[in-house]
């Protein structure tokens, strides 16, 4: 089956909306593709994390979560036989002027390859074109360096990133 | 006019839903009344941020951020003749996980009486209630000592806010 039959075979489950204009695009070689669509199939979604060893979260809370979010960027492998999700990341915002990016996720058997940089500059620019200017997140102290490298500030004019947790 | 006559004669505008359902509540004295109410009124917001001194922010941006808010806390001084804004925050929000406070602010005549941690705290128990345990924020230097004092943290397991600004 031709890429782009089996892409919108499921039409209704991954339409283009007011926030993803461009909700699919390819990327380099190797039938990587990067796309917008705010479906994502859960149970991918759980293996890409069980991947990189994430602690399994509750699916309820997960599909709520997604849809929740104000941004999902993944990137898939596509192949005339399979469609699989090796790359994902997504944001919480108000639309308007902030936003805060959460796991970021790349499967190992792609990383050091220049796709979290990928992943990372299209969300940037679709949040730019709602003109949302405070883009945020927090970094593991592992990625901080590949974070700056992209063009992340750590704590400017001093301001600091700060948690409550339950106790 | 009673306080509930005043408070609930716009009925429409301030209705109880889903995620408020305590929407408002008497806190101390003074007449001050704390609310989770999503139903703000610009121009009230607008004067309470330029008591502060906050740049002024588009209208039409600002009305947009606020309704893709998950929640709203707002601090009301509600007299007979008048009702105030005195006091705000908002959250944005996956509803599940994750949550950033942002634009908290006490009108100056009402700081230093505590009035910052009760919008805080109220905050927290509503996020708590949707058993959203990651609670951030991004601390300007001088009110990183208030936010520490009310239980949040800098930097845990060397975690850093990061922030990506249009250059």
């Known amino acids: ?6 892409f919108f075979k499921n039409k209704k489950k991954c339409q283009v909306n007011e926030i993803n204009k461009i909700f699919i695009q390819k990327i380099g070689k190797d039938n990587l593709y990067l796309s917008t669509c705010k479906k994502v199939n859960l149970e991918e979604l759980e293996r890409l994390c069980d ?9 309820k809370k997960i599909k709520f979560a997604l849809e929740n979010s104000f941004l999902m960027v993944s990137i898939f492998q596509i192949t005339e036989a399979n ?22 996720v790349i499967h190992p058997d792609f990383q050091k390859n220049g796709l ?6 299209q969300i940037v620019k679709e949040l730019r074109k709602h003109d949302i ?14 974070y700056k490298h992209i063009g992340f500030i750590i704590d400017p004019d001093g301001v ?8």
Chains 1, 2 share one sequence.
Request: glycine share 8%.
């Open 1 to 6: 089956m031709k890429f782009w039959k089996f």
């Open 51 to 59: 991947s990189v060893g994430w602690v399994r979260r509750p699916l």
């Open 83 to 104: 469609k699989r999700l090796i790359g994902f990341a997504r944001v919480t915002s108000d639309g308007s002027f902030n936003a805060t990016i959460w796991d970021v």
């Open 116 to 121: 979290g940089k990928l992943l990372m500059n």
């Open 133 to 146: 200017s405070t883009i945020t997140l927090f970094a593991d102290p592992e990625v901080v360096k590949f």
């Open 160 to 167: 600091k990133g700060m948690f409550w947790y339950p106790i």
